[in-house]
């Protein structure tokens, strides 16, 4: 989860997603480092600190402290690390040999070459900071062009400071904002914004400067941080506070649940942003999560998982709210993507199979009964609502059903996903991602898990490419999807095609149907936002018929062409598939899990700053 935090002329959003902000430096703050403060840590010059929260500190090539508190006089007092290997353990290292290893690739935009890269961490050479690097200040305490970043280039793009915080928040544009500029800076200025966001390449995002400690390597899907890396590519960031239209605070709360209080802690006693917004009790089971949404309560979450409710019969607490939140997709990455029938260049085959599911289907990890003459179909009575029991309703019921495709493994995923015209797409343990990935093959989406919302829903239209069904319908699946008609099936598919352009992250991480981006994941976010803000009291399920660049947008009609001379690497993981692949496969293999400086749409530009922005 991340959240973003909003500003309106009417007021204050606080969105729990992925956030991003930027925040500008009060005048004349910046400070000399201690002597030899870089060589253990980063010096924040904006906030007259020597290391941030939780900051990496290494003296003499080992970790000794959470910041440099404990060896330079004026920082925040933190206590020396006692047990190296049991410190290395926490932040996500099987050895200290890895814990203090220099990878000068395998970083936040690889430190945009002005930092050393240890344990995932960029360590800023004297005078810059960031979680990249990116920054600097001048004589004076502001942002300076005094970098090796080409920064005049592109005006849109503002130095950015960034934190692995996951909430977006609105910007506190009010009456009161000349409150804040004694503990922010003069220069910050009311109104303006959003009234004026016509586009989505002009929202403008800050970044509350917060660091998490874990390692990058061990996330499954490290998700807000490629946000996070985006949002300082594209040319959202902002430092000004007073001309952001969110501020983002980058961290999972799914891997670092039990910082999530510091660093919340932390951005309050810090910026007085956060503090302007407000907010009423947010509505989450569960005693730790509902302490996090009472702190993040005007946030607008970013979340995959679009539960808006308890589910009667499983224990999933229900945190999404809709018309406040935001259901994002999960980073879906698979092996053969490019095999997908809606890239150009694969040849698409008859889609025979009516309806489609193979995968996990009992909670004890064993596959089902043979005989599905009577329940339950699970051998054990272990986790018997594992995907609250979607997955062994549908195999019960329709298994043996002609035309129909029920089992729990396959040796030719991709094959049977292309030619299947329906495909399950129920949860798991948790939220699921069957939704992304079935859709990417061009078989229709069956979502079936009561009270949730999927990816971008109601902002898509869901309907239009995907049949939902109710669990208590289950019996009955058949007949549903046989009263979809020929005419309507190639209508829904159309409609997919489009979709899944929205569902995937290929400025991040490259093209799977040669498409240049222009829809892709993070452009739909941006583009929610920013109808979000023009029309702040409307639903979502409105913003198509509200605001005619969305419609046109969500359904991949916009007119303005890219320039020819730009052309999006293909997600290559496959070798051996380059034939297939629609342009020169990403060389994304040598960061691994932190990718491209600036995501795929940057390969090849000379630094971050100058990532190609074609629809800017």
């Given amino acids: 989860m991340i959240s973003l935090q909003h500003h309106t002329t009417w007021g204050i959003q606080l969105l729990a997603v992925m956030s991003i902000a930027v925040l500008a430096p009060r005048p004349g703050l910046a400070l000399p480092c201690a002597a030899n403060c870089t060589k253990y840590g980063t010096c924040n010059l904006e906030l007259g600190r020597y290391g941030s929260w939780r900051t990496s500190v290494t003296m003499y090539g080992f970790p000794v402290a959470r910041t440099a508190s404990s060896y330079f006089p004026g920082a925040r007092s933190r206590q020396p690390v006692r047990n190296i290997v049991r410190k290395c353990g926490f932040l996500g290292f099987f050895t200290?040999?890895?814990?203090?290893?220099?990878?000068?690739?395998?970083?936040?935009?690889?430190?945009?070459?002005?930092?050393?890269?240890?344990?995932?961490?960029?360590?800023?050479?004297?005078?810059?900071?960031?979680?990249?690097?990116?920054?600097?200040?001048d004589a004076n305490g502001s942002e300076g062009q005094n970098s090796s970043l080409d920064w005049d280039s592109y005006p849109h793009l503002v130095a950015l400071r960034s934190t692995f915080m996951s909430c977006l928040r609105s910007s506190p544009r009010s009456k009161d904002w000349n409150s804040f500029e004694g503990e922010v800076g003069k220069g910050l200025r009311k109104g303006g914004g959003w009234g004026k966001r016509?586009?989505?390449?002009?929202?403008?995002?800050?970044?509350?400067?917060?660091?998490?400690?874990?390692?990058?390597?061990?996330?499954?899907?490290?998700?807000?941080?490629?946000?996070?890396?985006?949002?300082?590519?594209?040319?959202?960031?902002?430092?000004?506070?007073?001309?952001?239209?969110?501020?983002?605070?980058?961290?999972?709360?799914?891997?670092?649940?039990?910082?999530?209080?510091?660093?919340?802690?932390?951005?309050?006693?810090?910026?007085?942003?956060?503090?302007?917004?407000?907010?009423?009790?947010?509505?989450?089971?569960?005693?730790?999560?509902?302490?996090?949404?009472?702190?993040?309560?005007?946030?607008?979450?970013?979340?995959?998982?679009?539960?808006?409710?308890?589910?009667?019969?499983?224990?999933?607490?229900?945190?999404?709210?809709?018309?406040?939140?935001?259901?994002?997709p999960v980073l879906a990455q698979a092996n053969n993507m490019i095999m997908t029938p809606?890239?150009?260049?694969?040849?698409?085959?008859?889609?025979?199979?009516?309806?489609?599911?193979?995968?996990?289907?009992?909670?004890d990890n064993k596959d089902p009964k043979e005989d599905t003459s009577s329940w339950p179909i699970c051998q054990t009575p272990r986790n018997p609502l594992y995907s609250a029991g979607v997955r062994q309703l549908v195999y019960f019921y329709h298994s043996k059903r002609d035309g129909f495709v029920v089992r729990p493994r396959s040796?030719?995923?991709?094959?049977?996903?292309?030619?299947?015209?329906?495909?399950?797409?129920?949860?798991?343990?948790?939220?699921?991602?069957?939704?992304?990935?079935?859709?990417?093959?061009?078989?229709?989406?069956?979502?079936?898990?009561?009270?949730?919302?999927?990816?971008?829903?109601?902002?898509?239209?869901?309907?239009?490419?995907?049949?939902?069904?109710?669990?208590?319908?289950?019996?009955?699946?058949?007949?549903?999807?046989?009263?979809?008609?020929?005419?309507?099936?190639?209508?829904?598919?159309?409609?997919?095609?489009?979709?899944?352009?929205?569902?995937?992250?290929?400025?991040?991480?490259?093209?799977?149907?040669?498409?240049?981006?222009?829809y892709d994941a993070f452009a739909t976010l941006m583009e929610i936002l920013r109808v979000r803000s023009l029309y702040p009291h409307a639903q979502p399920h409105e913003y198509r018929s509200l605001d005619e660049r969305f419609r046109r947008f969500a359904n991949c009609e916009l007119d303005n062409e890219p320039p020819q001379r730009f052309h999006l690497c293909t997600y290559g993981l496959d070798p051996g598939l380059e034939a297939y692949a629609p342009t020169p496969y990403c060389d994304w293999r040598p960061y691994m899990k932190y990718g491209i400086p600036g995501g795929a749409i940057c390969e090849g530009a000379p630094n971050v700053a100058q990532c190609p922005r074609p629809w800017q």
């Fill in 96 to 137: 200290v040999e890895d814990c203090l290893a220099e990878y000068p690739l395998r970083c936040m935009n690889a430190c945009n070459k002005r930092g050393r890269c240890i344990n995932g961490w960029c360590h800023c050479y004297e005078g810059y900071y960031g979680a990249d690097c990116s920054l600097s200040l």
């Fill in 198 to 328: 016509r586009t989505s390449a002009n929202v403008r995002m800050a970044v509350l400067e917060v660091r998490g400690s874990k390692n990058l390597e061990k996330f499954d899907r490290p998700l807000y941080a490629h946000i996070w890396k985006r949002i300082i590519s594209s040319g959202h960031r902002t430092l000004n506070g007073g001309e952001a239209d969110y501020f983002y605070i980058p961290v999972d709360f799914r891997h670092m649940f039990s910082e999530a209080f510091e660093v919340l802690e932390y951005v309050q006693a810090t910026w007085p942003f956060w503090n302007a917004t407000g907010g009423d009790l947010g509505g989450c089971e569960g005693k730790q999560l509902m302490l996090l949404r009472n702190l993040t309560s005007a946030a607008i979450w970013l979340t995959p998982w679009g539960l808006t409710r308890k589910h009667p019969r499983v224990w999933w607490p229900g945190c999404h709210r809709p018309g406040h939140d935001i259901v994002i």
């Fill in 342 to 363: 809606l890239n150009p260049k694969v040849k698409p085959l008859p889609r025979n199979t009516t309806f489609y599911f193979a995968g996990k289907i009992c909670g």
């Fill in 411 to 518: 040796s030719s995923y991709v094959r049977d996903m292309s030619t299947s015209k329906f495909c399950l797409a129920p949860t798991g343990g948790g939220h699921g991602k069957r939704q992304v990935l079935v859709g990417r093959y061009g078989c229709i989406p069956v979502p079936i898990t009561d009270y949730v919302l999927q990816p971008f829903e109601p902002e898509l239209d869901w309907p239009a490419f995907s049949v939902t069904v109710k669990e208590e319908d289950v019996p009955n699946l058949h007949t549903i999807l046989a009263a979809i008609n020929d005419t309507k099936l190639a209508e829904m598919q159309r409609a997919l095609a489009c979709a899944a352009k929205h569902l995937w992250y290929s400025s991040m991480w490259g093209a799977i149907f040669g498409e240049d981006s222009r």
